[in-house]
Nanobody
Framework: QVQLVESGGGSVQAGGSLRLSCAASGYTGSGYCMGWFRQAPGKEREGVAVLVIGGSMDYADSVKGRFTISQDNAKNTLYLQMNSLKPEDTGTYYC?????????????????????WGQGTQVTVSS
């Protein structure tokens, strides 16, 4: 079992920055897919960024160049650095993990196939 706890959400003005953290307990070793997904009110959940532990990372086109996903193995924590935030980035951000999913596919499918999910953290960007 993997447990995920997000933190770091909040309210910022457009152009601002936030860093989300996802503390993981349980095994999330090499080859695991971990990622960030978001859902805005009235919209479907969408992929934001994913990485394969020990491998590659991938981003949604809408956040490329603004968001950076990273991990700290020693702390077993996943991060999402969000810069140049826009009002359309508003939503609930979820951390997710899976040992079996094709990571890029999960990104494109809005997290379908991911086995473990955090409770979510709210990000609100005002114009």
């Amino acid at each position: 079992q993997v447990q995920l706890v997000e933190s770091g959400g909040g309210s910022v003005q457009a152009g601002g920055s936030l860093r989300l953290s996802c503390a993981a307990s349980g095994y999330t070793g090499s080859g695991y897919c971990m990622g960030w997904f978001r859902q805005a009110p009235g919209k479907e959940r969408e992929g934001v960024a994913v990485l394969v532990i020990g491998g590659s990372m991938d981003y949604a086109d809408s956040v490329k160049g603004r968001f950076t996903i990273s991990q700290d193995n020693a702390k077993n924590t996943l991060y999402l650095q969000m810069n140049s935030l826009k009002p359309e980035d508003t939503g609930t951000y979820y951390c997710a993990a899976s040992g079996y999913v094709y990571c890029r596919g999960a990104l494109l499918r809005g997290g379908s196939g991911m086995d473990y999910w955090g409770q979510g953290t709210q990000v609100t960007v005002s114009s």
